[in-house]
């Protein structure tokens, strides 16, 4: 595929790079030279003003590709091949596909003035997929579908990659355990509450647990290796381990012995990465994160290269500078916090784009669609109505043939009454969907 642009820029070689990734077995080239463009023989796009005899596919800029800053952008939704679209340029309002796509997976709104929700983050009701009603959509995934019919339809010996579907379970280890492993007073503290609350059952099983007679509440650990092993898919355990426990971070200490050989026998088996604190989400420098990714590579005697934010936690650009900073290569944050959905509108990895320095970095996103806690705590379902919105959200990723990355934590998956369901639903999914994309 080659491109004709008169003025290449970074912007559009990135979104080019991306589109490579995703629909051809070569990557695209640019091409300023209109001869060269002429005579070249394969699948042509001209993402110019300019008019050629010669077929090609043309694509009319809308100008967000060649600007270096951030502006506010006047977005008009309208509809190409009935998918919501915007960017739309030149004569006849001609959909600016490679404008649209940059500037949903740069996160471009989200360097722009917006609301924040109460901890600080990119708030959901501020993205334009919210607000225009394609939160729940691989919208980018579907543009490029479509995109590609057309494609093959003018370039008939065109040759286009087929991309297959893929799942990956992981989950946020917040808290290792319930019970086991807090301080004395942690404990007496909490059986103090239940018995207030008149909980005397759950005071009960606390004491139960620490005498060893009783499975902790959280403990899922052995189910879940089952259920992997069973499904043949290959999870990611991300491990938030906080030096110190205050305020969102409340992790089982590190120095408890249990938790590290967790650790190191899940680096052994699987993949994991680093649950970065809250701590060092609001810290200045990198001097948290830096010790508590060094500490995870001491205890699992491995390069840690993976992260997700606690509580997903992180602002552009600086939260997804300070990971490149301290060796992070690939995160799994892309989503949010507070209602599930496509915040980048892709169920595909990309790299970052830094749109204050004006250029594409080597940290690579996998966003996520599904979390157990915003189903649960945010969209206050039932596990029934969780089911639903997990089935929904995998079937349009296997409708595009993305990536279907969901979380989960282990307190939805133990044996906790306030959990009740959640664990089942997961196992239904597992065993009846997972299992048979797996087998197929």
């Not at 997929?129 to 995109?147: C, M, Q, T």
């Not at 989400?281 to 948290?288: A, C, R, Y």
């Not at 830094?354 to 157990?372: G, H, K, Q, V, W």
Request: net charge neutral; glycine share 6%.
């Amino acid at each position: 595929m080659l491109i004709y642009c008169p003025e290449p820029s970074p912007r559009l070689a990135y979104v080019l790079d991306f589109i490579s990734q995703e629909i051809l077995f070569e990557e695209a080239k640019i091409c300023s030279d209109a001869e060269v463009f002429r005579h070249y023989d394969g699948i042509r796009i001209n993402y110019s003003e300019t008019v050629f005899d010669e077929l090609n596919y043309q694509i009319i800029p809308h100008g967000l590709l060649k600007e270096t800053g951030v502006a506010q952008q006047h977005i008009k939704i309208g509809r190409w091949k009935e998918l919501p679209a915007f960017f739309m340029a030149g004569k006849g309002e001609r959909f600016d596909l490679f404008a649209a796509i940059f500037y949903l997976l740069s996160r471009y709104e989200e360097y722009l003035p917006h609301h924040k929700d109460e901890f600080g983050r990119f708030s959901h009701t501020s993205s334009l997929a919210f607000k225009e009603g394609f939160l729940d959509r691989p919208l980018v995934n579907e543009w490029l579908i479509l995109w590609q019919v057309e494609l093959q339809e003018l370039f008939p010996a065109g040759l286009f990659k087929r991309r297959n579907y893929k799942f990956i379970p992981t989950y946020d280890i917040d808290m290792l355990y319930s019970y086991r492993g807090k301080a004395w007073w942690r404990n007496l503290g909490g059986a103090v509450r239940s018995i207030i609350k008149g909980s005397f059952s759950q005071a009960i099983e606390r004491w139960k647990v620490l005498r060893g007679k009783a499975m902790d509440p959280y403990d899922a650990y052995e189910w879940l290796d089952a259920l992997h092993l069973y499904c043949r898919v290959k999870p990611i355990y991300f491990f938030l381990v906080a030096q110190k426990q205050v305020g969102l971070d409340k992790n089982i200490p590190t120095s408890y012995k249990p938790f590290q050989e967790m650790i190191n026998y899940y680096a052994s088996v699987y993949k994991i990465g680093l649950h970065p604190s809250w701590q060092s989400s609001v810290e200045d420098s990198n001097k948290i994160i830096k010790e508590e990714k060094e500490w995870l590579e001491v205890i699992a005697d491995i390069d840690i290269e993976k992260s997700r934010q606690h509580f997903i936690k992180f602002s552009l650009p600086d939260g997804y500078q300070r990971l490149l900073d301290v060796g992070i290569e690939k995160d799994y944050s892309m989503g949010f916090g507070t209602i599930n959905g496509f915040r980048a509108s892709v169920a595909s990895s990309f790299y970052w784009y830094n749109l204050e320095t004006n250029s594409a970095t080597s940290l690579r996103i996998y966003p996520f669609c599904f979390m157990d806690a915003n189903a649960f705590f945010e969209q206050k379902l039932t596990p029934q109505q969780g089911y639903t919105e997990l089935m929904k959200y995998y079937a349009a990723v296997k409708k595009v043939r993305g990536c279907f990355i969901t979380i989960w934590h282990n307190s939805f998956l133990g044996t906790d009454p306030q959990f009740k369901g959640w664990r089942e639903l997961y196992e239904i999914f597992m065993k009846e969907d997972a299992y048979w994309d797996a087998t197929g």
